[in-house]
């Protein structure tokens, strides 16, 4: 026997709706992902921030020479 057009098969709108459950599947999974990724960045960044603000204090005040200011700044900023 024949087989009718509309039986079985997923035909073009299904593969349509396929494509699309996947970009939204995508999307779900990505959004969430890019977020994390950008709040983690601004509290390396705030880290960093405070962390060079307590040296230049330091250094400041005259807590450490010259040679210990720079070898220190080199530190923070390979370890950012």
């Given at each position: 026997m024949g087989g009718s057009t509309m039986?079985?098969?997923?035909?073009?709108?299904?593969?349509?709706?396929?494509?699309?459950?996947?970009?939204?599947?995508?999307?779900?999974?990505?959004?969430?992902?890019?977020?994390?990724?950008?709040?983690?960045?601004r509290r390396d960044d705030e880290r960093g921030e405070r962390s060079m603000a307590v040296l230049r204090e330091r250094y400041a005040r005259g807590d450490l020479s010259d040679e210990e200011f720079e070898r220190r700044r080199e530190q923070l900023e390979r370890s950012l």
């Open positions: 039986g079985g098969g997923w035909g073009l709108l299904g593969g349509a709706m396929g494509l699309w459950g996947l970009l939204w599947m995508g999307l779900l999974v990505a959004l969430p992902l890019y977020l994390v990724w950008r709040v983690w960045g």
